[in-house]
């Protein structure tokens, strides 16, 4: 299997404008998690899915954050519109079902607003 | 509100010495603890995984131990080598039937030298 996917590795966008992060998780893993990671506030958790429905999203910082999960294969991550406070590492991560199992995560998308 | 602290920002050692690394956390009860290592530019990557009724897990030169009375778990590298070099991350569960919902620290940097 090829991993979680993410698409882009980096994005460097201006203030105001639209920015839409990728993920496609594991074949077969039905929790899908997206974070955020900078120097300050390590690695949060911004919202997850399972089965495609949005399960806790408390951790999305604003309404400029928004996330989907249209099919099991695919989810988007969308800032809108971006600040350079949103400056950081998105990481999209999936497991299987059991609470106990760990997390695959992606490599991550590098996100730079100006 | 839950908080947790991995006690060092970074630490370096001899090659060959033990590394342990410290996590701490407060305010609840984690059914189980997962460790990570992160390398530069890399998502994190799954090491061990303790449960609350589970004093110590061993996995080739690594061990952690999970102490639910102090609310602490260690995390020991043995025969440190310089691949170990990386960034550990606890995590853990958020309770409360949380689904695997995680809550991170925000990790400490191993450095070994040869």
């Known amino acids: 299997d090829a991993g979680v996917i993410q698409s882009p590795r980096h994005e460097v966008t201006e203030m105001g404008q639209e920015v839409t992060l990728r993920c496609k998780p594991i074949s077969g893993h039905d929790y899908l998690f997206w974070y955020r990671q900078t120097m300050m506030r390590g690695l949060e958790l911004l919202i997850y899915?399972?089965?495609?429905?949005?399960?806790?999203d408390s951790g999305m910082p604003e309404d400029r954050f928004s996330a989907k999960m249209p099919n099991a294969s695919f989810s988007t991550l969308k800032i809108q519109p971006s600040e350079p406070r949103d400056s950081a590492v998105y990481f999209c991560?999936?497991?299987?079902?059991?609470?106990?199992?760990?997390?695959?995560f992606g490599p991550g998308t590098r996100l730079t607003v100006l | 509100s839950q908080k947790i602290e991995q006690n060092s920002e970074a630490l370096n050692i001899q090659e060959g010495k033990t590394a342990t690394l410290t996590c701490n956390y407060t305010n609840y009860s984690p059914a189980y603890l997962q460790w990570y290592r992160q390398d530069p530019g890399r998502g994190p990557v799954f090491l061990l995984l303790i449960r609350e009724n589970e004093k110590e897990k061993r996995k080739e030169r690594l061990k952690v131990t999970f102490d639910t009375t102090l609310k602490q778990s260690l995390f020991h590298i043995t025969a440190s080598q310089p691949a170990d070099s990386a960034t550990y991350l606890c995590a853990l569960d958020r309770g409360g039937g949380s689904q695997g919902n995680l809550i991170f620290g925000k990790g400490t940097k191993l450095s070994v030298k040869p």
């Open positions: 899915f399972n089965n495609n429905v949005p399960i806790d």
């Open positions: 991560a999936s497991r299987t079902g059991s609470s106990y199992n760990e997390q695959f």
